[in-house]
């Protein structure tokens, strides 16, 4: 068995969910004169590749260390919605079932292609990547109870539709934006569409029927799209944790990875070394062009 890392880069300048607090480290020993280098590292909860916990948004939920291994590791459908979500868009379990085979208690694992905006990308926009990036509706968290999944995944900044958060008040140019999206494909007002029945319904309707969600994932995803295939998410057994930073991975057995990697062998790198399809760029540029116009 090999593993494909789908966790991106953690250092001070990843970006944490806007307002939390991002990563500080400082060196409290040194070789020179304490015969060993330690740092000091403050941070949130909410920063770079993360699982978000049933007790971020519900009282009586699981804490991070209350979650089972075979509720983190398991089979998951991964699904590539770069060919029909740009920005602003509203993405439906249709578009999901078109492309991928989604079983009952599965793992889902949404590409957006908007991992290509994060801070480790050579096509980093972080507005884009936090603020514009697409989201469901009512209709896929209803579908996605009824499909029991275990949790799902996102390579983007929140499981929610951005103008689906509070950030569609922090970021008035952005929300004018999204405005004429929403009054174009859906013939209504972004604060009709997303009223507050609906608001933040991924965290806020989610967590209390156990599923939860993981945030910011990336690294090579770009190599296993429309596909089955075993992921693991290992946060900390984390005692009263609302949610821990994380390691994502794919399992994928040798004769595969070797398949894999000469894929990767193909396409250009990050800085960090983790290939990517530039092409999900393109596409994504397209649609949300046409969005904006």
């Given amino acids: 068995m090999k593993f494909i890392d789908l966790t991106i880069p953690l250092?001070?300048?990843?970006?944490?969910?806007?307002?939390?607090?991002?990563?500080?480290?400082?060196?409290f020993k040194r070789l020179a004169h304490n015969g060993a280098n330690g740092q000091v590292l403050t941070h949130s909860n909410h920063l770079g590749t993360h699982l978000d916990g049933e007790i971020h948004f519900h009282t009586p939920?699981?804490?991070?260390?209350?979650?089972?291994m075979d509720f983190l590791v398991h089979e998951a459908a991964v699904v590539d919605l770069s060919d029909v979500s740009g920005d602003y868009d509203v993405y439906t379990s249709k578009m999901v079932e078109e492309r991928v085979d989604v079983r009952p208690g599965d793992i889902l694992i949404i590409h957006t292609g908007y991992h290509h905006f994060g801070w480790d990308m050579p096509t980093a926009n972080e507005i884009r990547y936090m603020v514009m990036h697409p989201g469901p509706d009512r209709e896929f968290a209803e579908w996605a109870k009824a499909?029991?999944?275990?949790?799902?995944g996102v390579d983007c900044g929140s499981a929610d539709h951005p103008m689906?958060?509070?950030?569609r008040d922090w970021m008035p140019r952005q929300a004018r934006q999204?405005?004429?999206?929403?009054?174009?494909?859906?013939?209504m007002p972004l604060a009709e569409y997303f009223d507050d029945s609906k608001y933040q319904l991924m965290h806020l309707e989610m967590f209390p029927s156990g599923i939860i969600h993981a945030e910011c994932l990336g690294g090579e995803i770009d190599l296993l799209l429309n596909r089955r295939v075993t992921v693991g998410m290992f946060p900390w057994r984390f005692v009263d944790g609302e949610s821990s930073i994380s390691r994502c991975v794919a399992m994928v057995d040798d004769a595969e990875y070797q398949k894999l990697m000469a894929q990767k062998a193909?396409?250009?790198?990050?800085?960090?070394?983790?290939?990517?399809?530039?092409?999900?760029v393109d596409r994504l540029n397209k649609i949300s062009q046409k969005n904006l116009a």
């Fill in 164 to 167: 689906n958060t509070i950030i």
């Fill in 178 to 187: 999204a405005e004429r999206v929403f009054q174009k494909k859906f013939g």
């Fill in 266 to 280: 193909s396409l250009p790198k990050t800085k960090f070394g983790d290939a990517f399809d530039p092409s999900h």
């Fill in 11 to 27: 250092g001070v300048a990843t970006p944490p969910w806007p307002t939390y607090e991002p990563l500080q480290l400082k060196y």
């Fill in 147 to 152: 499909k029991k999944l275990r949790w799902i």
């Fill in 61 to 68: 939920g699981k804490d991070i260390a209350s979650l089972d």
